[in-house]
C-alpha cells in the first residue's frame, strides 16, 4: 500500500514536467501577447512597448522563456510573476483558491447528498413513475445549458449574485454574515450542482442496479439477512466505483464553471483565469493550467487511496 | 443468433420511452436543419428595420368573426417618447394570407441550385412579417436564424464526435494491442491531457483559432477544438475492450495465418468494439453541443454572420433583453430540447446494447 | 414426515421476449433427514425451484402458484418478513459460485456473524467462537485468522466450505445446497461432498441437493428427481433410478456419464439442448430431443405413471394403453 | 455654460491666497447634504494594482483617482482647469517658465505635502521610462523633457523647452505620490522596480494620499471600500469638510448584466446603462422603481466616436491605391446609413459626434463639419464608384476592380457587441451597393495589434477620446504612431516624432502642421483655430469616417443627493460632493 502510494507520488512529478511544457506551448501559441492591449494607448510610444516587452522577458525565443520558467519553479518555486498585477502568479492563485475550493467542495457535497439518496431511490423503484420522473429531470439538469440557467435563476429570484451583499463583504463573521451567505451560495450550488448531479444520479442507479443483481445479494437474503441489511451491503458496494469519479469530476467543478461564475459574480478561479486568458498573461494562464492538472493528479490519488481503504480488493493486490 | 440479439437490442430499445420520444425529435431536428433553407420563410441574414425586436407574429384565422384562413397584419413600428422602447401597432386593414410553397429571398438549395421557394410565409412584404419567433435587433427572423444556426450546432457535435471516436477508437486499439512502451506511452499522454479541466483546456484552445480565419473554418476549427477532449476517454476504454480481445482465439488465429497488425486491428479489432462506440457517441454528442454553445456564448466560436444556438442565445443574455424581449431565449430551448434528446436516446442505447453497463459516461 | 411438500408449484417470469415457464407444476416432497437430488442440465429450473422455496424471486416479475409448506406452514405468499425468519435459520442455502456468494468489502468472518446474529440471541464474542469451531469443523486450517480474511483472498474451496461452515452456524433444519460442487476442482469436490455428508450425519439436516452431475449424487443422496424444462419427468430412490431409469431422459444422462468400461467408444449423448425456457415446445418438453418421440409427444404434456417402489415418470411410453383415451378426454 | 479654459485668466486671477481650504461651487452642491453613509459603485475587474503609474488598467485609474490629486485638476462638469495641489500659479512672459505655489495640504497619514513629493514622483513614475504607466510623452515637447526644481517647500518651477498649450492639461493627470512614504521603498539599480510598488497585496494603510477618500479594505475579486480621507482639502459652501460619504465601496462586477441586477436591486447607487437597456430601465423608473435614468449629452470622453478606416498602405496594392483616393471614401461615407445605426445599435440614444471631437466640447468643436457631413445616400456613393469605373464587369452583382477582380474588402472590428453590430449594418449597406465587405470580429487587443502593425484593410474601431485634442495627437494627426491608416507618413527609420512629409498627402501636411502649431500656441483661440482646421479636413477627406456617439446614459438611485442634470444636459456629480438623502 505504501509502495503504491509512493510510486503513485513519484509518477506525478515527470508528467507535471510534460504538463508544464503542454501549458506553456498552449499559451504560447496563441495569437498576440500581453503587450498587444497596451498598442491603441496613446500614452504608450512603440519604443517604450519594446522597453515593456524587454522587462517582462517577452523579447527572449520561447524555448529560453519556458527553460528559465522551469529553472525558477525549480530552484526558487517561482512560478512567475503576472503582467497585469506585477505580482507573483503564485499568489494571486492563492487568494482566490479559498473561495473556489469551499464552492468545489459543497457542491461536490450538495452533489452527493442529492444525487446518491435519488439514485438509490430510483433504482429500488426501477422503471416506476418515481424513476421516470427523477430521471427526466435529471435529464433536463444536464441539458440546460449552466449560464442559461444561471441567467434564468437570477432572473427569477431577482438576485444579483455574489456571495454577499455588499454591506457583508469583508465583514467579520457573524451570524448574520453567514445567513447572508447562504442566502447567496444556494444559487451556485444550485447551478454548478445540478449539471453534474444528473450524471452521479444516473451512475448511482445503474451501480445500484448492477448490486441489486450481484448473486452474493441473493446469497445475503438467503441467510436471512433483513433487507435494511442487504441493502446496507447493495449501497456500500454501489458506491465505490463512484469514488473514481468525484476524482475526476474535482477539477472540473474547480475551473469548468468558468461561465457560470462569470455570470454569478464569484471571486473564484474560473472567472480570473479567463481574463488571463483574454490578457495573454502567460505565466498565469500556465500555472493556473498546471495548477488544475496538478489537483486532478492529486484528486485522482486521493479517489485510487480512498477506493484502496474501502475495497480490500485493491487494498491488498 | 446475431439476429436474435438485433431483435432484442431492437425492443429493449423500444421499451425506453423516452429514448423514443429523443429519436423522434433528433429525427425531427436534423430533417429540420436539413431543409432548412427551405423551411425558413426567410434569410437568415436579411435584416429589416422596421421589425428589430418585433415580438413573435400573430397568426389570425377569423377577420370579423368569418373565417378567411391564417394571416398576419401589417404592423407600424413605433418608438415610446419616453422610453424610447420599440412599440408595433398592427394595421388591421392590412391582410397577408399566410401560404405554403411562397417566393421569397433566394437562396442556393444545399448549394445546388438557386430557387426562392419556401414551405410557408407571406411573401416579402413591407408592413408586414411572419416572425414566428419574432425578431431579433436587426430585425431578422429569428425563426430561420433558429433552423439555420442548428446546422452549426448540430453538426458540430456530430462531427466533433465521429472525430474524437475515430481517434479514440484507433489510438485505443493500437495501445491495446500493441501494448509494451507504446501502450504505456500512450496511456500517461491521456492521463495527462485527461487531468486539464474540459472547459478552460477548450477556451484556450478555441484561442488558437486564428481569428483572421472565414467562419466556415472557424467552425471546424471549433469542432476540432471540441473533439480534442472526447477521444482519451474513448481511448482508454477501447483499449481495455482491445487488451481483453486480443486474447481470444479468433484473433491469435488471424495472427497465427499471418494477417498484419494493421488488418488485425481494424477488421477484428475495432468491429468488436462498436457497440461501445455507439453508445458513447451518443453520450458525448451532448456534452459537445453545450461546449460549442459556451464557447460562441463566450464570444470565443462562431462569429457572425454565420450563427448558432449558442451564439443566438448570447444575444438574449441581458436581463432587459429576459422582460423586454423573452423570444430571444428560444434558441436555447432548442439546445436543452436537442441535449435532452441525445441524453435519452443516448441512455435508452445504452441500457439496449450493454445491459451490464460496461459503458459509463466518458 | 416431510418437511417440505412442494405441490403443483408453478414459476413464470414475464419477459420482453415473452412468458417464462421456468417452474412448470412440480410436486415433490422433502423428508427428515434425508438427501433429495433434484438433478438435470443447465436451465431446466433447479435453481428456480429452490430460489422459490426461498421466496428470493421477486414476484412480480415472477408469479409464483401452487403451494409449498414447510412444516405445515404456506409458504407462497408469505410475507418478506416472516420469510427472513425462516431463511437460514430453518432453510439455509449454499451456491454454486461461493465466490460470488460474499460481499467482497467485508471478512467473510463478519459476514458469518452477521447472518449468525440475526437468528441468534448470542453476544458477539460468542459468535465469534462459535464460527471459528464450525470453520474448524468444516476443516478449515487456520480458522482463528482466516476469520478477519477477505473473500478474495481465498481458493474456491476454501470458501465454500466456509460458506457451509457460516449456513449450518445458523442450525437450519434444510440445506438446499444448488451445484455446490460445480465451481471447484474435482479433488475439492469430493471433500466437499464428503463433508456434507459428514455434516448431514452429525446435524440431523435434510438437504435438498440440486446438481447436474449423476455420479455426484449416487453416493450422496436417499432419492433422485430429474427435472426437465421446468417439470420433474422422474422420481425414484438412487438404487431404483439407476438400476431401472425409465424416462427416456434419465436413460440420456445416464448413458451419458463416463464409465471406465467405455473405452475406445464413443461417448453417448443426448442430441440437442435444453430449449431456451421462453420456447418451451408444445407436448412433452422433451420430444425434440427424444429418441422414441411419438405423435402423441407433440400434442399433449404425459401425466406422471407410477411404479412400484415409489418410482414415478411423466412419459407417453408408460402411458400407451390410456393414450386413445387421453386424447378422446380432450 | 462652459467657461474656456482659459490660461491667461488663470495666469491673472491665481493670486496666492492664504492657506484655506478650496470651496467647491454650486455646480456640485446645489442641496445641502446629510453627512456619513456609505455610497456603493461597481467596477468591472479587480483591480490590477493600485499604483496609477505601474499600469495601464482603467479600475485602477478608477479607484487611483479616489485617492491622489494633481497639481490642477479639471471640474468634473464643466473640464475647466482650475487648481488643485498647486494653488496657483505664474506663467512667465515666454511662456516657458511656470511657478507653482503649492496648497497646503497633508497627505491621508498627517504628513504635510511638499514640493519633495511632486520632484519625487516626475523622477521616479511620471518620467520614468520604466513605469508602465508613465506620461514622458505627454511631457516632452519638440523632443524635449518638461524640467522641475524645487524653490522652497512650497514652491516648485517648471521649466518647458517650449510653448506649450496643453500643459496644465497633461498636468492636471499627473497624480502625486507621497515621497515619505515611498521613497525608500525604491530600488535605485532597478528603475523598473516602481512597477511592483503599491500592488493589490501592499498593506493598505501604507497606500496614501491627498484624494478625498484612502483606501480602507480590499476583498479580492469582491470589493474594494475606501474611507473618508480626514484631511481633505475641499469643502463645501458651507464650510462643511468633504467628502460627505464615510465609505466608498467599489464591488468587483465582472458581468453587465450582473452590474444591471445589482443597480435595479439598490445595491449600486449609480452607473452608466447600455443604450439597449435603456428602455426597459426608463420603464421600470417610470412604475416607480427607486432610481432615475439619465440620458445626457456625450460628454464621457472614452471612446472616441466610432469611426471606420481604410488602410491606405494595405498589402493589396490595388485596395491600398483605392482607398488612399477620396472619392472612394466618400463614397464609402455616402454608403454608411448613421442614422440607421443610431435607431438599431444604440436605440437612436446616440449623435452624430464630432470628427472626433464632441459637439459638447466648446473649447474646440468645429460646427463647421456638421454641412461637410455626408448623410446617407447610396445613389451618389454609386454614382461615385461608377465614375471611378468600378463597376460589375461580370455581372455578379458585385463591383469589379480594374483588375477584374471583385471589389471586396475584410473590415476588422472588436468583439465588443456595439461595434459588431455596426459593422453588420455598414456591411449589409455596402452589399446593397455591390461592395462585398467581409466582417472579421476579433479580440480587443488582437485588433489593436493587428491595426497598428497595419496589417488590415479596413477596421471598425474607438479610442479613448480626451477633451484637449493635443492628447490625442498620436492618433489623429499623420505622421504620428497611432495614424494607423496611412503608415507611410512615419519616417521609416525613426517613427516617431519625426514625420516623413514626403510621403503625406497635402491635406494630411495640413493637418500635421495644424498639430505642431496648436501644441505650441497659448492663446486659446488660436489653438481653437488651428484644430478647427484638422476637423474641417478631416470632414471633408474622412481618412476616419466618425460614425456617432452614444449618449451618456446614467442610472442614478433616488436617494443620491447632489447628481443631477444641467440646464443643457450634462451630468453633474462628483464622488465628494454627493450624499445619501
Not at chain 1, 416506476?128 to 420522473?133: E, L
Request: proline share 5%.
Amino acid at each position: 500500500m505504501a509502495s503504491f502510494i509512493i510510486r503513485r507520488i513519484l509518477i506525478i512529478i515527470p508528467m507535471m514536467f510534460i504538463v508544464s511544457f503542454i501549458c506553456f506551448f498552449l499559451t504560447e501559441l496563441q495569437p498576440g501577447d500581453f503587450v498587444s492591449q497596451y498598442l491603441e494607448n496613446p500614452r504608450i510610444s512603440p519604443e517604450q512597448i519594446e522597453l515593456i516587452k524587454e522587462r517582462l522577458g517577452l523579447d527572449q525565443p520561447p524555448m529560453t522563456r519556458y527553460v528559465m520558467w522551469l529553472k525558477q519553479i525549480i530552484t526558487k518555486g517561482d512560478f512567475g510573476y503576472s503582467f497585469a498585477f506585477k505580482r507573483p502568479v503564485i499568489d494571486l492563485i492563492w487568494e482566490r483558491m479559498g473561495w473556489t475550493i469551499s464552492i468545489a467542495l459543497s457542491t461536490i457535497l450538495f452533489q452527493w447528498i442529492v444525487a446518491v439518496p435519488l439514485g438509490i431511490f430510483s433504482a429500488l423503484h426501477p422503471y416506476r413513475m418515481w424513476d421516470y420522473i427523477l430521471t427526466f429531470v435529471a435529464f433536463i439538469g444536464i441539458s440546460i445549458p449552466n449560464f442559461f440557467f444561471a441567467l434564468i435563476l437570477m432572473y427569477l429570484t431577482n438576485s444579483s449574485g455574489g456571495l454577499f451583499s455588499s454591506q457583508f463583504i469583508g465583514a467579520p463573521l457573524t451570524w448574520a454574515k453567514f445567513y447572508d451567505l447562504l442566502q447567496h451560495v444556494w444559487l451556485p450550488i444550485a447551478v454548478i450542482g445540478l449539471s453534474g448531479l444528473a450524471g452521479l444520479m444516473r451512475v448511482m442507479r445503474g451501480n445500484m442496479l448492477d448490486m441489486l443483481g450481484a448473486p452474493f445479494v441473493n446469497s445475503l437474503r438467503a441467510r436471512g439477512l433483513p433487507e435494511k441489511q442487504v441493502r446496507k451491503h447493495v449501497i456500500k458496494n454501489a458506491l465505490n466505483p463512484m469514488i473514481s469519479i468525484a476524482g475526476m469530476e474535482l477539477p472540473n467543478i474547480f475551473s469548468g464553471t468558468v461561465i457560470t461564475a462569470i455570470v454569478l459574480n464569484l471571486p473564484t478561479m474560473g472567472p480570473f483565469f479567463y481574463t488571463a486568458l483574454l490578457n495573454h498573461d502567460q505565466y498565469l494562464v500556465m500555472t493556473f493550467l498546471m495548477f488544475i492538472a496538478f489537483i486532478t493528479q492529486i484528486g485522482n490519488l486521493l479517489a485510487d487511496i480512498l477506493l484502496a481503504v474501502l475495497d480490500p480488493r485493491i487494498r491488498m493486490s | 443468433m446475431k439476429g436474435n440479439t438485433e431483435l432484442r437490442v431492437r425492443k429493449a430499445f423500444f421499451k425506453h420511452k423516452l429514448g423514443i420520444i429523443g429519436m423522434i425529435i433528433l429525427i425531427l431536428l436534423y430533417l429540420m436543419i436539413l431543409f432548412a433553407d427551405f423551411l425558413a420563410p426567410y434569410n437568415y441574414q436579411s435584416t429589416k428595420r422596421d421589425f428589430t425586436f418585433s415580438e413573435p407574429t400573430k397568426i389570425h384565422w377569423r377577420k370579423d368573426g368569418e373565417f378567411i384562413g391564417p394571416h398576419v397584419y401589417g404592423m407600424t413600428k413605433s418608438r415610446d417618447p419616453v422610453t424610447f422602447a420599440v412599440k408595433y401597432v398592427k394595421d388591421e386593414e392590412k391582410i397577408y394570407p399566410i401560404r405554403i410553397f411562397v417566393r421569397g429571398d433566394t437562396y442556393k438549395f444545399w448549394g445546388l441550385w438557386e430557387t426562392d421557394i419556401h414551405l410557408f410565409g407571406i411573401g416579402l412584404q413591407d408592413d408586414a412579417v411572419l416572425y414566428l419567433f419574432g425578431g431579433d435587433r436587426f430585425g431578422r427572423d429569428l425563426f430561420s436564424r433558429v433552423l439555420i444556426g442548428g446546422r452549426v450546432s448540430l453538426t458540430a457535435g456530430l462531427i466533433g464526435t465521429l472525430i474524437a471516436v475515430v481517434i479514440g477508437a484507433v489510438v485505443g486499439a493500437f495501445s491495446g494491442y500493441y501494448g509494451g512502451w507504446i501502450d504505456v506511452v500512450i496511456q500517461r499522454l491521456i492521463e495527462i491531457l485527461r487531468s486539464f479541466p474540459r472547459i478552460p483546456l477548450w477556451l484556450a484552445l478555441a484561442m488558437l483559432l486564428p481569428p483572421t480565419w472565414p467562419s466556415t473554418t472557424v467552425y471546424l476549427g471549433i469542432v476540432i477544438v471540441l473533439s480534442f477532449i472526447g477521444w482519451m476517454g474513448v481511448a482508454r476504454v477501447i483499449r481495455g475492450m482491445v487488451l481483453s480481445l486480443r486474447e481470444k482465439e479468433y484473433i491469435l488465429a488471424a495472427q497465427v495465418i499471418g494477417q498484419s497488425n494493421f488488418k488485425i486491428i481494424t477488421k477484428h479489432l475495432i468491429p468488436n468494439t462498436v457497440t461501445y462506440l455507439v453508445v458513447v457517441s451518443t453520450l458525448s454528442i451532448p456534452g459537445m453541443i453545450l461546449g460549442e454553445s459556451s464557447i460562441s456564448f463566450l464570444g470565443l466560436g462562431i462569429k457572425e454572420p454565420m450563427t448558432s444556438w449558442g451564439l443566438l442565445l448570447k444575444q438574449a443574455q441581458s436581463l432587459s433583453d429576459i422582460q423586454a424581449h423573452p423570444w430571444l431565449m428560444i434558441p436555447g430551448l432548442f439546445i436543452i430540447l436537442a441535449v435532452l434528446s441525445f441524453n435519452f436516446v443516448g441512455d435508452a442505447l445504452r441500457d439496449a446494447l450493454d445491459p451490464y453497463r460496461t459503458v459509463d459516461k466518458v | 414426515m416431510s418437511i417440505i411438500q412442494v405441490e403443483h408449484l408453478k414459476s413464470f417470469f414475464k419477459t420482453d421476449e415473452g412468458i417464462v415457464k421456468a417452474v412448470d407444476d412440480v410436486s415433490f416432497e422433502l423428508r427428515e433427514n434425508e438427501i433429495l437430488a433434484l438433478v438435470g442440465e443447465s436451465g431446466c429450473g433447479k435453481s428456480v425451484t429452490a430460489q422459490t422455496i426461498l421466496g428470493l424471486l421477486k414476484s412480480p416479475p415472477a408469479m409464483i402458484e401452487g403451494s409449498i409448506k414447510y412444516h405445515g406452514q404456506e409458504l407462497v405468499g408469505l410475507s418478506n418478513k416472516a420469510y427472513h425468519k425462516l431463511r437460514g435459520k430453518e432453510i439455509g442455502m449454499i451456491f454454486q459460485e461461493p465466490m460470488s456468494a460474499f460481499d467482497p468489502l467485508y471478512t467473510v468472518g463478519d459476514q458469518a456473524a452477521e447472518a449468525v446474529a440475526v437468528h441468534s440471541k448470542l453476544n458477539k464474542p460468542e459468535i465469534r467462537d462459535k464460527i471459528i469451531a464450525m470453520f474448524n469443523k468444516v476443516g478449515i486450517p487456520e480458522a482463528e485468522n482466516r476469520y478477519d480474511e477477505y473473500p478474495h483472498q481465498m481458493s474456491g474451496g476454501m470458501l465454500q466450505r466456509m460458506l457451509i461452515a457460516l449456513t449450518l452456524a445458523c442450525d437450519p433444519k434444510v440445506l438446499i445446497a444448488d451445484e455446490p460442487t460445480t465451481a471447484l476442482d474435482v479433488t475439492i469436490q469430493a471433500q466437499v461432498l464428503n463433508l456434507m455428508r459428514d455434516l448431514q450425519n452429525e446435524f440431523n439436516t435434510s438437504i435438498i441437493f440440486i446438481t447436474h452431475d449423476l455420479g455426484v449424487v449416487a453416493e450422496l443422496s436417499d432419492r433422485i428427481h430429474v427435472m426437465y424444462a421446468g417439470k420433474i419427468v422422474e422420481k425414484a430412490d438412487v438404487v431404483e433410478l439407476f438400476d431401472h431409469p425409465k424416462h427416456p431422459y434419465t436413460k440420456g444422462l445416464l448413458a451419458s456419464r463416463l464409465k471406465r468400461e467405455m473405452k475406445g467408444q464413443i461417448l453417448p449423448f443426448i442430441k440437442g439442448t435444453v430449449p431456451r425456457a421462453f420456447e418451451f415446445p408444445e407436448g412433452c418438453r422433451f420430444h425434440p430431443r427424444c429418441p422414441h418421440a411419438m405423435e402423441i409427444c407433440k400434442q399433449k404434456d404425459p401425466d406422471p405413471v407410477a411404479f412400484e417402489n415409489g418410482h414415478v415418470c411423466s412419459c407417453w411410453l408408460y402411458l400407451k394403453q390410456n393414450k386413445t383415451d387421453g386424447v378422446e378426454s380432450q | 455654460m462652459k467657461k474656456l479654459v482659459c490660461l491667461f485668466t488663470l495666469v491673472l486671477f491665481a493670486v496666492s491666497l492664504m492657506a484655506v481650504p478650496a470651496v467647491v461651487d454650486e455646480l456640485l452642491t446645489p442641496e445641502q447634504p446629510k453627512l456619513g453613509g456609505t455610497l456603493t459603485l461597481s467596477v468591472t475587474s479587480s483591480p490590477q494594482s493600485f499604483n496609477f503609474y505601474g499600469t495601464l488598467d482603467g479600475v485602477a485609474y478608477t479607484i487611483a483617482g479616489q485617492f491622489l490629486n494633481a497639481l490642477v485638476e479639471m471640474h468634473p462638469v464643466t473640464n475647466a482647469l482650475q487648481p488643485a495641489l498647486a494653488e496657483s500659479w505664474e506663467v512667465s512672459a515666454d511662456n516657458k517658465e511656470v511657478t507653482f505655489y503649492l496648497r497646503d495640504v497633508k497627505w491621508s497619514d498627517g504628513e504635510p505635502f511638499t514640493a519633495d513629493d511632486v520632484i519625487f514622483t516626475f523622477e521616479n513614475f511620471l518620467l520614468n521610462k520604466f513605469a508602465e504607466g508613465n506620461s514622458i510623452a505627454r511631457f516632452t515637447i519638440n523632443g524635449e523633457v518638461v524640467k522641475f526644481e524645487k524653490v522652497d517647500d512650497k514652491t516648485l518651477k517648471a521649466y518647458l523647452p517650449a510653448p506649450y498649450g496643453p500643459f496644465f492639461t497633461v498636468l492636471s493627470h499627473a497624480s502625486i505620490y507621497p515621497s515619505h512614504i515611498l521613497k525608500d521603498k525604491i530600488d535605485e539599480n532597478d528603475p523598473g522596480s516602481v512597477n511592483e510598488l503599491w500592488t493589490t497585496d501592499t498593506p493598505l494603510n501604507e497606500i496614501v494620499g491627498t484624494g478625498p477618500f484612502v483606501l480602507d479594505q480590499y476583498i479580492v475579486d469582491q470589493k474594494v471600500t475606501l474611507k473618508r480621507n480626514e484631511y481633505y482639502w475641499k469643502v463645501d459652501r458651507w464650510g462643511n469638510q468633504l467628502p460627505y460619504f464615510d465609505q466608498l465601496e467599489y464591488l468587483v462586477v465582472k458581468d453587465a448584466q450582473v452590474q444591471s441586477a445589482k443597480f435595479r436591486s439598490g445595491e449600486i447607487d449609480y452607473m452608466t446603462i447600455e443604450a439597449v437597456d435603456y428602455p426597459v430601465l426608463k420603464q421600470m423608473e417610470l412604475d416607480g422603481g427607486p432610481f432615475v435614468v439619465y440620458r445626457a449629452q456625450p460628454t464621457n470622453p472614452t471612446p472616441s466616436p466610432i469611426h471606420i478606416s481604410f488602410n491606405f498602405n494595405a498589402k493589396n496594392e490595388e485596395l491600398a491605391e483605392l482607398f488612399s483616393l477620396k472619392n472612394f471614401r466618400a463614397a464609402m461615407e455616402f454608403a454608411l446609413d448613421r442614422e440607421r445605426i443610431i435607431e438599431e445599435v444604440f436605440n437612436t440614444l446616440a449623435v452624430l459626434g464630432g470628427v472626433p471631437v464632441l459637439p459638447a466640447n466648446k473649447a474646440f468643436y468645429n460646427p463647421a463639419i456638421e454641412d461637410l457631413r455626408r448623410p446617407f445616400d447610396p445613389e451618389k456613393a454609386k454614382a461615385l464608384l461608377d465614375e471611378m469605373g468600378l463597376v460589375d464587369k461580370n455581372g455578379d452583382g458585385w463591383r469589379n476592380l480594374e483588375s477584374g477582380k471583385t471589389l471586396e474588402f475584410v473590415l476588422i472590428c472588436s468583439t465588443y457587441q456595439a461595434y459588431q453590430d455596426t459593422a453588420y449594418i455598414f456591411s449589409e449597406s455596402l452589399k446593397a451597393i455591390g461592395v462585398k465587405c467581409e466582417l472579421q470580429v476579433i479580440d480587443g487587443s488582437l485588433l489593436a495589434q493587428k491595426a497598428l502593425s497595419g496589417d488590415f484593410e479596413a477596421c471598425l474601431w474607438a479610442f479613448g477620446n480626451q477633451p484637449d485634442p493635443q492628447l490625442r495627437k498620436a492618433i489623429w494627426s499623420p505622421g504620428y504612431s497611432l495614424y494607423y491608416c496611412h503608415f507611410d507618413t512615419m519616417n521609416p527609420e525613426t517613427k516617431e516624432p519625426y514625420a516623413d512629409l514626403r510621403n503625406m498627402y497635402d491635406w494630411e501636411k495640413q493637418i500635421h502642421y495644424a498639430f505642431e502649431i496648436g501644441q505650441t500656441a497659448m492663446d486659446p483661440r488660436e489653438r481653437k483655430v488651428q484644430y478647427g482646421i484638422w476637423q474641417e479636413l478631416y470632414a471633408e477627406y474622412v481618412p476616419f469616417i466618425y460614425v456617432c456617439k452614444g449618449m451618456d446614459l446614467m442610472g442614478v438611485s433616488k436617494t443620491l443627493g447632489n447628481f443631477h442634470q444641467t440646464a443643457d444636459g450634462a451630468l453633474a456629480y462628483a464622488v465628494y460632493t454627493m450624499f445619501r438623502k
